[in-house]
């Protein structure tokens, strides 16, 4: 009897119940509630302004509790600097190499996260990350941008060079031609004319005065390209 009564009066043992998580469950993805895109790879040029560009989309409306982090690695450095920080207002940074020359371009209310660079050189080459976060949406990816950037080389100026070449002295190449074509065919219509004894009306007579004047305005255009091929020669 007094087992039986031990065994009933025995206090019970408590267990804590296991609660189930989504994450314990096979199959089952996390999903982030902020996403973040920036461009992975920006290039730019010495002396010139680069935008690096940051943008994110939270399934919390934005607050003043918003807050954004851009941070800079040099290359081949696990050493990581703060050079941006808002939250309601923009805070570049005020020491270090991006010193007084961080700038916010971006808007929350966009989702534009994106900062500028100004004077940059050739020192600023590395990884730059952008981080959001918009409680209750904290979580999140952080992209990565690999700036390069260089100087602006010979060819680039050639190139430009080419260009306006192209725009300007290809139309008048075509016209000048075009013209000599016209002077070239209405000369060989009055040589068969004249050849061929045909007597000439009024009109055609008021052709063959403008005829003259355009063979006069030609060797006018072929004398002043002598006289400034002559010069050219001098100079040299």
């Known amino acids: 009897v007094s087992s039986v009564v031990s065994n009933c009066v025995r206090p019970h043992r408590w267990q804590p119940t296991r609660l189930h998580r989504p994450w314990d469950s096979p199959g089952v993805y996390v999903v982030f509630s902020l996403e973040i895109k920036a461009d992975a790879h920006v290039r730019g040029y010495v002396g010139e302004n680069i935008k690096l560009r940051c943008t994110f989309k939270s399934s919390s409306s934005v607050t003043d509790k918003l807050t954004i982090d851009w941070t800079y690695r040099p290359p081949s450095s696990s050493r990581t600097e703060s050079i941006f920080h808002y939250q309601s207002f923009q805070y570049p940074t005020t020491a270090g190499t991006f010193r007084d020359r961080i700038s916010w371009v971006g808007d929350v209310y966009k989702g534009d996260a994106s900062i500028s660079i100004s004077n940059p050189t ?113 100079t040299y």
């Open 122 to 234: 050739m020192k600023d080459n590395g990884t730059f990350s952008c981080a959001v976060k918009n409680p209750p949406d904290v979580h999140h990816n952080i992209p990565v941008t690999e700036l390069t950037v260089t100087e602006r080389g010979f060819g680039t100026m050639l190139s430009s060079v080419a260009l306006l070449s192209i725009l300007v002295f290809i139309p008048s190449t075509v016209v000048v031609i075009l013209l000599l074509v016209r002077m070239g065919r209405k000369s060989a219509g009055l040589k068969k004319r004249s050849k061929s004894g045909y007597k000439k009306s009024s009109i055609e007579v008021s052709d063959d005065t403008d005829q003259e004047g355009d063979d006069c305005m030609a060797k006018l255009c072929v004398r002043c390209a002598e006289c400034v091929d002559s010069d050219y020669e001098e």
